[in-house]
């Protein structure tokens, strides 16, 4: 199971971006999916999932993201906006995958995209 992100780049305080993650390979099923970030010197932190429709965000991105999904593309994205210096970090995908019936499901990661918020 492979996941590409797609969509970072730079942007101005206030600016809108918006991210694209496409899961492929051997799925069964796609449980739930979601992106995290990272920032230089800090761990990994969620910032929203989405499952069977309904959509949980960090409270550091509520009411500033929506996450959205696709079933039959197997892709999830993030638009944020409004966004602030400290959002810059990578940002990465996440899919909870099952690769056939039965199977208990695993986690798998994107590649991580860069989002610079910056004037």
């Known amino acids: 199971v492979q996941l590409q992100a797609s969509g970072g780049g730079l942007v101005q305080p206030g600016g809108s971006l918006g991210l694209s993650c496409v899961a492929s390979?051997?799925?069964?099923?796609?449980?739930?999916m979601g992106w995290y970030r990272q920032a230089p010197g800090k761990q990994r932190e969620w910032v929203a999932s989405?499952?069977?429709?309904?959509?949980t965000y960090a409270d550091s991105m509520k009411g500033r993201c929506t996450i959205s999904r696709d079933n039959a593309k197997n892709s999830v994205y993030l638009q944020m906006n409004s966004l602030k210096p400290e959002d810059t970090a990578v940002y990465y995908c996440?899919?909870?995958?099952?690769?056939?019936?039965?199977?208990?499901?695993?986690?798998?990661w994107g590649q991580g995209t860069q989002v610079t918020v910056s004037s």
């Open positions: 996440n899919a909870r995958v099952t690769k056939h019936w039965g199977d208990p499901a695993k986690d798998y």
């Open positions: 390979g051997n799925i069964f099923n796609i449980i739930n």
């Open positions: 989405i499952i069977i429709g309904m959509a």
